[in-house]
């Protein structure tokens, strides 16, 4: 089945960068759009990032354009998002997806990874 395993997240000042990893396995990647999202405490679920299979599209929410940067290699399964220039409301548990192309919605999940901003 699908599997994806999150990495990189951690502890950092505002202002600071990180960059997750997510490893994917179980599926034909370059066929999947990946995507992030993420979950503050006592909130929803959102969108983070997204990216198209071959890498050429992406999307973001609005409050982290211009700061972070998500990736892709069908070579080696693995999705990435660079965040630079941290703030303290981006801390939250960060989630890798898939969707598969025959579906409208993703439906593959990691485990997530946490990521705290400190002021």
């Known amino acids: 089945q699908v599997q994806l395993v999150e990495s990189g997240g951690g502890l950092v000042q505002a202002g600071g960068s990180l960059r997750l990893s997510c490893a994917a396995s179980g599926l034909t990647f370059r066929t999947y759009i990946m995507g992030w999202f993420r979950q503050a405490p006592g909130k929803e679920r959102e969108f983070v990032a997204s990216?198209?299979?071959?890498?050429?599209?992406?999307y973001y929410t609005d409050s982290v354009k211009g700061r972070f940067t998500i990736s892709r290699d069908n070579a080696k399964n693995t999705v990435l998002l660079q965040m630079n220039s941290l703030k303290p409301e981006d801390t939250a548990v960060y989630y890798c997806?898939?969707?598969?192309?025959?579906?409208?919605?993703?439906?593959?999940w990691g485990q997530g990874t946490q990521v705290t901003v400190s002021s």
């Open positions: 997806a898939a969707k598969a192309p025959w579906v409208s919605h993703y439906n593959s």
């Open positions: 990216i198209e299979r071959s890498g050429g599209t992406t």
